[in-house]
C-alpha cells in the first residue's frame, strides 16, 4: 500500500518562502517520477511540478516557473518543493503524486494516469 504523507505547509506573507516534503513509503523501488498538484477552493486539481526518478528532469507550470524548485532525495524516498516569492494565487491545497504504472525510463517526468496521491496540505499567502 502506497503511502505519501506531505508536510511543510502553512501561513506566510506574499514574498515568503515555504518548502514542501512528501516522504513516500510502501513500496521497494522508487523507481517512479514524483510531482506536485494543487487545489484552490472552487477550482480544477491543477499540475504544478513534476520530477524524473533520476533527478536529472523536472517539469514546471508556467505560473510557478521561476519561483518554485522540485527535488527529490531517493535515498529518504522524498520529494520537495521550493516555493520562493509567493503569491495570493498560490493559496491552495498542495497535493503529492507518485506515479502509479512501472515506468522503464528514469528520466521521465510522466506521472501517468491516476497517480498515487497524497492527503494535501494547506499553503495560505496572505497579502
Known amino acids: 500500500q502506497v503511502q505519501l504523507v506531505e508536510s511543510g505547509g502553512g501561513l506566510v506573507q506574499a514574498g515568503g518562502s515555504l518548502r514542501l516534503s512528501c516522504a513516500a513509503s510502501?513500496?521497494?523501488?522508487?523507481?517512479?517520477?514524483m510531482g506536485w498538484f494543487r487545489q484552490a477552493p472552487g477550482k480544477e486539481r491543477e499540475f504544478v511540478a513534476a520530477i524524473s526518478w533520476s533527478g536529472d528532469n523536472t517539469n514546471y507550470a508556467d505560473s510557478v516557473k521561476g519561483r518554485f524548485t522540485i527535488s527529490r532525495d531517493n535515498a529518504k524516498n522524498t520529494v520537495y518543493l521550493q516555493m520562493n516569492s509567493l503569491k495570493s494565487e498560490d493559496t491552495a491545497v498542495y497535493f503529492c503524486a507518485q506515479r502509479r504504472i512501472f515506468q522503464l525510463s528514469v528520466d521521465s517526468t510522466a506521472l501517468g494516469p491516476e497517480p498515487y496521491w497524497g492527503q494535501g496540505t494547506q499553503v495560505t499567502v496572505s497579502s
Open positions: 510502501g513500496r521497494t523501488s522508487s523507481r517512479y517520477a
